[in-house]
């Protein structure tokens, strides 16, 4: 995407328990926000010129400031939900906000 918001909703890819999916995505400018299923492991890989990430499991307002920073992190599946395959997710943002969200 080139600049505005964007969203990516993968919350009805159907995960294998033992599948790992990979996709890849990027904004230049703008909100860049991921839902991603419940029980699904994520292997995050982001990385953000100049912004903020807001991930799942942090204080809703808290976004982490970002300069020129590349980060790997996993996100383990959201307790008690049943448990679905791996998500492998390359997403960089040149300006703005990268926001990852679980399904409900």
């Known amino acids: 995407m080139g600049t505005g918001?964007?969203?990516?909703d993968l919350r009805d890819v159907p995960f294998g328990k033992d599948d790992t999916v990979r996709t890849d995505?990027?904004?230049?400018?703008?909100?860049?926000?991921?839902l991603v299923p419940a029980g699904t492991k994520v292997e995050l890989r982001s990385d953000i010129g100049f912004g903020g990430l807001r991930l799942p499991g942090y204080a809703k307002?808290?976004?982490?400031?970002?300069f020129d920073e590349q980060r790997n992190r996993t996100l383990p599946a959201r307790e008690g939900a049943?448990?679905?395959?791996?998500l492998v997710l390359r997403a960089r943002v040149e300006l703005g906000e990268l926001v990852v969200n679980r399904a409900h």
């Open 82 to 86: 049943p448990r679905e395959g791996t």
């Open 61 to 66: 307002n808290r976004v982490h400031g970002a």
């Open 5 to 8: 918001t964007g969203s990516l």
């Open 25 to 34: 995505v990027e904004v230049k400018a703008g909100r860049l926000e991921v």
